[in-house]
């Protein structure tokens, strides 16, 4: 048996489309040499993340997966619809199931009346949606001492900074913060990690997508696999309504990682350089499982509705991403980066 492979998890939040990381999870938990020593999650990440830990606290890696599955199962009802792999293919494609989300009329309705109608005018009847998923998770798995590090990112709303919750301060309502659009859901109220007062926040992908930086710490492997759901590229400008409003969520929502990513760029030139002494700071090995192929089909209307055939397509492709990035770059893991960090700024 060799040695382990440690790597850590940058889980980016995408509403539904977290199902194609729930298949990148899926297909890394089959690697018995692959060690998952930490996990940064913002949004349906940071609810991966909690799933994935408590199900390997609970059950190892086949814990992990079952818990994974049963969470998307109450996010999608995919256990009413259970599709083999060979009906997937004569399913409708998930880019034309988005078209026809946004231009059918209950939901331009629902896009109309959440920019009209503030969250809070739904007075008593208001639910958040999440509450009965994050609910059924163990918080004491998801807060226990063994398996990965857990990070979940959220949003401070009065001074609009990233908070980390880790450890036991990990609660269904910080993941639940840390999935919460303004324009859908009421701020969730929690104690701050920083100041121990309740305060107010909103989703994490404004100021981390999620955050890298606690993957600095010197115990912790170099190797960061982000696992991206929001495209970075799209060849085609947006000229409808539904087009523009998407490619600002997408620009927004990867601006934090394209920061942090800048960032260990410029270490990694200065250690290049000699700049610095080697050691002085930590070299870090970036790495990405994405398909923007498929993403750039699809659009925020199957980030909000979880329709149980896209999740179940977008599991298979987050296997098959997980699969292919395997094959070409398990060997790089502790020796090389793979993502062309340069090449996304130029």
């Not at 958040?128 to 857990?150: H, Y």
């Amino acid at each position: 048996m060799s040695d382990k492979i440690r790597i850590n998890l940058a889980l980016q939040g995408g509403g539904a489309h977290g199902a194609f990381t729930w298949g990148v999870l899926d297909r890394l938990l089959e690697e018995e040499d692959i060690e998952i020593a930490a996990i940064s999650g913002t949004s349906a990440g940071a609810l991966n993340g909690a799933a994935l830990k408590a199900g390997m606290v609970r059950g190892g890696r086949d814990g992990a997966r079952a818990l994974l599955e049963e969470t998307w199962a109450q996010i999608g009802a995919l256990d009413d619809i259970a599709l083999p792999l060979w009906l997937q293919a004569w399913l409708p494609d998930p880019g034309l199931v988005s078209r026809s989300l946004e231009y059918s009329v209950p939901y331009m309705w629902g896009e109309a009346v959440a920019r009209m109608l503030s969250p809070y005018a739904w007075g008593p009847l208001y639910r958040n949606p999440l509450e009965k998923v994050v609910a059924r998770l163990d918080f004491d798995e998801v807060c226990a001492a063994a398996g990965p590090d857990l990070t979940v990112c959220a949003t401070h709303v009065r001074d609009g900074k990233i908070r980390l919750f880790r450890g036991d301060g990990i609660s269904g309502k910080a993941i639940m913060a840390s999935a919460c659009l303004p324009t859908l859901f009421q701020a969730v109220e929690l104690e701050d990690p920083l100041t121990g007062v309740v305060e107010a926040f909103w989703d994490g992908g404004y100021t981390g997508n999620p955050a890298l930086f606690p993957f600095f710490e010197p115990e912790l492997p170099g190797d960061v696999v982000i696992v991206n759901i929001n495209p970075l590229y799209r060849e085609k400008v947006p000229v409808t309504p539904h087009e523009i409003q998407n490619r600002i969520n997408e620009i927004s929502f990867n601006s934090s990682l394209l920061r942090e990513l800048r960032a260990i760029d410029f270490v990694q030139r200065l250690l290049e350089q000699g700049a610095i002494p080697d050691g002085a700071m930590k070299r870090v090995r970036v790495h990405m499982i994405s398909d923007d192929t498929l993403m750039n089909e699809l659009s925020v209307a199957t980030k909000t509705l979880p329709i149980p055939s896209v999740l179940s397509q977008l599991k298979t492709a987050g296997r098959r991403a997980a699969g292919m990035f395997l094959a070409d770059h398990r060997d790089a893991i502790g020796k090389n980066q793979t993502a062309d960090l340069r090449g996304m700024f130029n």
